[in-house]
T-cell receptor, first 115, second 114 residues
């Protein structure tokens, strides 16, 4: 149980375009989902906390207008990288929290390359 | 502000040898502590967590970790490493309630020699 999927697993796009990444909790309902960014050989950095039905809470330094987060249902959160630039190339990972709020379950990640 | 330090960026051990991965945290309140493993192409998998109670916690895949408040440490151990344990290991502390708002350490890459 507690499986989280992400789609797509990798994406290549041109500079200036927007990219949407989906995060789904497959076998449980997640009122809270998180989005992380991981640079090569580095740790995960929390970008934002997403609560179902409300606006996401962004970490300091993360541009909310660039990284749009929508959490429209208890099993789906989306991250849209708007007007992507090469410096946005990274590995984006989502996680979903169980109802008891004790454990985050992570998706496999999405590798984004902006040309 | 909370922080997590994993002093060892890389560790290489021989298969069958014992393993200890170090983790030190800085957090003002009682910490909620986690160890995750990340394998290529797979999501982070929770190995174990400490919230309260017994300071020696058992996890999956034969791993255990010991919480030492006096040393602000939560080191991960395994008595006999398997080749399949080669991966990146992350220690994390929650700065919210239980599993919420995780701050991760820099990670330790484990390599296993045959």
């Amino acid at each position: 149980g507690a499986v989280v999927s992400q789609h797509p697993s990798w994406v290549i796009c041109k500079s200036g375009t927007s990219v949407k990444i989906e995060c789904r909790s497959l076998d449980f309902q997640a009122t809270t989902m998180f989005w992380y960014r991981q640079f090569p050989k580095q740790s995960l950095m929390l970008m934002a906390t997403s609560n179902e039905g409300s606006k996401a809470t962004y970490e300091q330094g993360v541009e909310k207008d660039k990284f749009l987060i929508n959490h429209a249902s208890l099993t789906l959160s989306t991250l849209t990288v708007t007007s992507a630039h090469p410096e946005d190339s990274s590995f984006y990972i989502c996680s979903a929290m169980t109802e008891n709020q004790e454990t985050q379950y992570f998706g496999p990640g999405t590798r984004l390359l902006v040309l | 502000a909370q922080s997590v330090t994993q002093p060892d960026i890389h560790i290489t051990v021989s298969e069958g040898a014992s393993l200890e991965l170090r983790c030190n945290y800085s957090y003002g309140a009682t910490p909620y502590l986690f160890w995750y493993v990340q394998s290529p192409g797979q999501g982070l998998q929770l190995l174990l967590k400490y919230f309260s109670g017994d300071t020696l916690v058992q996890g999956i895949k034969g791993f255990e970790a010991e919480f030492k408040r006096s040393q602000s440490s939560f080191n991960l151990r395994k008595p006999s490493v398997h080749w399949s344990d080669a991966a990146e290991y992350f220690c994390a502390v929650s700065r919210g309630n239980a599993g919420n708002m995780l701050t991760f350490g820099g990670g330790t890459r484990l390599m296993v020699k045959p």
